[in-house]
């Protein structure tokens, strides 16, 4: 058990994580948590630590909705291409990710961003 007095929880994921593992006799081997912890740099530490995780995704409910489904201009129902690192959008422009930046932040976690553009081509 843990206790922190920062009312921004995601940023206590890590002490929380080496807390349990000296109080217990063995470090966990799964996690599960709320979608506040699902910050890159808690990914980053479960994966290089070995431990699963069950974590529902901020947005789960949304994504389950119909209207999610039969809409083809949401990025996840674009076709896509691994070898371009591209997108097709419904109206035939192919979108290419050409710029990888990193962003801060306000408790100075950084996060890699891919920002992407649209070309007048289509994929095929």
Do not use: W
């Amino acid at each position: 058990m843990s206790v922190h007095q920062n009312t921004n929880y995601r940023v206590c994921f890590k002490d929380h994580i080496e807390q349990t593992a000296v109080q217990q006799p063995f470090a966990p081997d799964r996690v599960i948590a709320d979608c506040i912890f699902g910050t890159e740099q808690n990914y980053e530490l479960l994966k290089g630590r070995e431990i699963e995780n069950y974590r529902k995704s901020n947005t789960y409910h949304s994504e389950q909705a119909k209207k999610n489904e039969s809409n083809p201009f949401l990025k996840d129902n674009f076709s896509y291409d691994p070898l371009m690192d591209s997108y097709e959008c419904p109206n035939g422009l192919c979108i290419i990710r050409f710029i990888l930046t990193t962003c801060s932040d306000d408790v100075g976690s950084s996060s890699n961003l891919g920002v992407s553009y649209s070309k007048n081509h289509s994929l095929s």
